[in-house]
């Protein structure tokens, strides 16, 4: 069962689960529509139930014979959880923990919870952080996510396997397209000719592509359970850790003319280089993907016309 599998990773995921032979029941409330689900609506593993991840009677519905959940339903990202905090504290923290006790209550075999590269908050430049690293959210929505991935793993044990999954911030190309994402988000307005005004150009973020991310939750899933029960695990490649600043650089290479304006004001304090090696060197994950290919990719799209208005609110969390 995947929570929120109409969603911009979930849309991504679900076509790759089915595709190894699985079973997979998509609990969603289709907030944004479920179109991302037609590329799926014909198989025949494939099981939509519309339902609110915080209603005990669809998560009971949902839970019905399922050996595995992953978790992705959340109120997704800092600008998203500052318009609506009591939603997100109850999708991200109340539902997750309830989901959390149905599935143990259940048998519910193996849990894979999303959370955020976020969780670390500000961090020396000079050093990657860890899994190990101490955490340091300064947002609601890390912070309902540290809550919660602590609820989760405090349970392992040998009937249960629950596992962490904090993703860089992800981007690229997906059924359910985001371009509030700042890799899309800045290829979209290059594309379009834009000027770009860019915030705090000079803090770190690692970045992740979405189909590596759909990748990296399928080999969790396919990983033996002592080495992943009860673990966390950062999500994507150490040498894809950027500043924005040098996102800007890479979109001068493609879009010459590009212009842009850097800003020192900046209400956003996250700065963060992240390590992945503890991914790669233990359950063998290789991300497919860099930024590059992912701003060569949303040039393209939105260049071709595929997405009429990349401006609409559809394509935001926000």
Request: negative net charge; charged residues 25%; proline residues 6%.
């Amino acid at each position: 069962m995947v929570t929120g599998g109409a969603g911009y990773v979930g849309s991504a995921l679900v076509p790759r689960l089915l595709a190894t032979g699985r079973q997979v029941r998509v609990l969603d409330w289709l907030r944004r529509s479920g179109e991302s689900m037609l590329p799926v609506w014909g198989e025949p593993g494939f099981q939509l139930l519309r339902g609110d991840v915080t209603s005990p009677e669809d998560r009971e519905r949902a839970l019905e014979g399922v050996d595995a959940v992953v978790h992705l339903a959340a109120i997704v990202g800092d600008p998203a959880c500052k318009l609506e905090p009591e939603l997100a504290r109850a999708v991200n923290l109340g539902a997750t923990c309830a989901l959390v006790d149905a599935a143990r209550a259940r048998g519910v075999r193996d849990f894979i919870f999303v959370s955020t590269c976020s969780n670390y908050g500000i961090s020396d430049p000079g050093t990657l952080a860890s899994e190990a690293s101490p955490l340091n959210p300064v947002s609601l929505y890390a912070e309902t996510k540290v809550e919660a991935e602590r609820y989760l793993l405090h349970f392992a044990d040998e009937a249960f396997f629950p596992t962490g999954l904090r993703l860089a911030t992800v981007y690229g190309v997906a059924p359910r397209m985001r371009f509030d994402l700042t890799v899309n988000e800045f290829a979209r307005d290059a594309a379009l000719g834009r000027k770009l005004e860019v915030f705090a150009e000079r803090l770190w973020r690692p970045y992740v592509h979405v189909q590596d991310v759909a990748a990296a939750i399928a080999l969790v899933l396919d990983a033996p359970p002592q080495l992943r029960s009860g673990r966390v695990f950062n999500v994507g490649l150490t040498s894809e850790n950027y500043q924005k600043k040098q996102l800007c650089d890479l979109l001068r290479e493609r879009i010459p003319e590009l212009q842009v304006a850097f800003l020192d004001t900046a209400n956003d304090p996250r700065s963060y280089r992240v390590s992945f090696d503890r991914i790669g060197a233990e359950l063998g994950f290789q991300p497919r993907y860099r930024v590059p290919d992912g701003l060569d990719e949303i040039i393209h799209l939105v260049r071709a016309g595929v997405i009429a208005d990349p401006d609409a609110a559809r394509w935001k969390n926000s």
